[in-house]
């Protein structure tokens, strides 16, 4: 069984969107997970649904499947970065970013993608872990509601420095509130768990293997947070593709280089030959 590899559009913010599938396409990719950001299908463009026809149109002309990712750094504030968030202390910025995620599910339907990635933010000083937590925990609920409505999928993004920041934090949000059970999935980030050091992130595939809606995979240093290409770094990375066949992972496994932009033309098929030497060395 071979994986299913993608390639994330943040690593792409210099390239038009329709150039940028047919870099990955042309590469051999089998999907792309696409970050909806202002250059790059804009959700609040006025002409959003035929903007994402058109590009569910080239997705399938191209032989892409597609996940949606909703990580732009400065699509809902531009002033600050990822704000406001699911736990911002404010009522009306937290549903702004609902309302965001409502919106990416929609686009999500229309691409028919195989989830949507979303993570929980980061805690300000004027909220306390308990007011954090409870924020979070509405605003997943109002978020997987909509998407069971939709008949989309939703998986939820362990972050270093966010309130949800490791695979532990996840499934202490499921137990909380059993609406969640069964209804929100994991996107896992395997070089996350290199940074945090929860566990090896080989054994984090095995864990959830049940419960995973995404896969992402860079090259990371132990305890920094920063992507890398997948030749660089301190992490191994047969390990993880060996964990992820042995568990039959079907869906997109998203390679996420976002500092990579301005040598994408390169980063693109280079990772994706980088991932299959190493699959076919396993």
Not at 188 to 199: A, S
Request: charged share 25%; with cysteine; hydrophobic share 40%.
């Amino acid at each position: 069984m071979k994986l299913r590899y993608a390639y994330n559009t943040n690593g792409c913010a210099h390239h038009r969107l329709p150039d940028a599938l047919d870099l990955i396409a042309r590469a051999g990719y089998d999907g792309v997970a696409l970050t909806l950001d202002w250059h790059h299908l804009d959700p609040y463009a006025r002409d959003w649904e035929r903007r994402s026809r058109e590009v569910g149109d080239r997705l399938r002309d191209l032989g892409l499947s597609c996940v949606i990712e909703t990580g732009a750094r400065f699509l809902l504030s531009a002033a600050e970065k990822h704000e406001p968030t699911l736990i911002n202390p404010q009522p009306a910025a937290r549903a702004r970013r609902v309302d965001f995620l409502r919106r990416a599910i929609d686009i999500a339907d229309i691409l028919e993608a195989e989830t949507v990635s979303f993570w929980a933010g980061v805690r300000q000083a004027t909220v306390n872990d308990e007011e954090a937590f409870a924020y979070l925990t509405e605003g997943v609920v109002a978020v997987t509601d909509y998407a069971d409505e939709r008949g989309v999928s939703v998986s939820l993004e362990p972050e270093p420095g966010m309130l949800i920041e490791t695979n532990a934090d996840y499934r202490r949000l499921l137990a909380a509130h059993s609406r969640l059970q069964g209804r929100l999935s994991l996107a896992l980030d395997l070089g996350h768990v290199w940074v945090t050091g929860e566990q090896e992130p080989a054994e984090s595939v095995y864990q959830y293997a049940d419960h995973l809606g995404t896969v992402s995979i860079e090259g990371m240093n132990r305890g920094v947070h920063l992507h890398l290409p997948l030749h660089e770094g301190d992490m191994a990375i047969p390990p993880l593709l060996r964990a992820l066949r042995a568990v039959n992972f079907r869906r997109l496994v998203c390679v996420e280089l976002s500092r990579e932009s301005p040598r994408a033309h390169l980063a693109i098929p280079e990772s994706l030959h980088f991932l299959r030497a190493a699959e076919d060395a396993l």
